[in-house]
């Protein structure tokens, strides 16, 4: 129809022209005359002929008889007769579409699930299909379907199980819609789920479910732990148990075992001794040799004798220590009132050199009373 009007337009034009020039010379009507037949037959032929464009397909309108229901035509240029047949454009390239859907599980949880598909019709098909939809075919039947299709499918499975079967539940709808689009001559080219989700409240006592789960076996852990080192406190004390009763049947077999047992302790003791004290004289060598060949102040030998008394009594004779210590500490004052008694002491060196001969003397005694 809307071919038509065009072309009635433009043969009126035709006609009001070759009026206003008819009444002018002859040979001028005869030029416009042929002008005129030009004009329509390059009009003619544009109306006959149409393009159609890449990924669409055409099919035929015919004013008579309808829609020419065995003719597709393909890509490129075609023939038409003009004011009785006009071609009807079909896009055959696949296109998305998102369309999103609330429906209930099988455990009646609400879900919230949308999905991304990529349809086109069946070329061969065209002309029934817009017999049947018309040319926006995707606005009537995919949304209906796709509704149905979800519903049907979500309510085979739980909540949870929408999520950990994801894939089954997709491969499901897939299958479903494929059949249904087929009904009405549209093909899917690919179908998948872009959103899935539930309400607020279903979201929070999953989260709160899993949290119970991490302490389920958090303290499951602890429990296993606690049997684990109860076993090995049970095996260790079988073990000494076990040692203790072979040490007894030992003993009571062969009385010399116990000495051997003696022995050998007492040999790794005095080797440790020995070492210890080897040691302690060195520490004590190192600083009668600082006391002979330097000159010190009184507050340097106190140093030196905290020192030596420290390492001499680290283990043993703490009293003795504190004892010392106060005594050089102790301020006892001479006949003028100003010096102390360690002052006087300790302001030769060679009171102080016997001092700590004495004192060395003395702690290498106690230290041999101890082995």
Known sequence: MANKEPA???????????????SGPRGAGVGLKLLIGAGALAYGVKEATFTVEGGQRAIIFNRIGGIQKDTVLAEGLHFRFPWFQYPIIYDIRARP???????????????????????RPLAANLPTMYQQLGTDYDERVLPSIVNEVLKSVVAKFNASQLITQRAQVSLLIRRDLFERAKDFNI??????????????EYTAAVEAKQVAQQEAQ??????????????HKIIQAEGEAEAAKMLGEAVTKNPGYLKLRKIHAAQINHTHLVTHHQSRR???????????TQSYTPGHTHTIINTLWSHTHSHTHTNTRVTFTGMHTRRFKHADGHKPMTHALFSSPYLACFFLNSLTFSALCSHSDGL
Request: charged share 20%; hydrophobic share 45%; no cysteine.
């Open 218 to 231: 958090r303290a499951q852990f602890y429990v296993e732990k606690a049997k684990q080192d109860q076993r």
């Open 97 to 119: 579409r998102k369309i999103a859907s609330l429906t209930g599980s099988k455990d009646l949880q609400m879900v919230n699930i949308a999905l991304r598909v990529l349809s």
């Open 187 to 200: 093909i899917l080219d690919d179908v998948a789920i872009t959103e899935l989700s539930f309400s607020r």
């Open 282 to 292: 060195h520490i004590w060598s190192h600083i009668h040799t600082q006391l002979v």
């Open 8 to 22: 009635q337009g433009f043969m009126q034009q035709l006609k009001q022209i070759a009026a206003r020039m008819g």
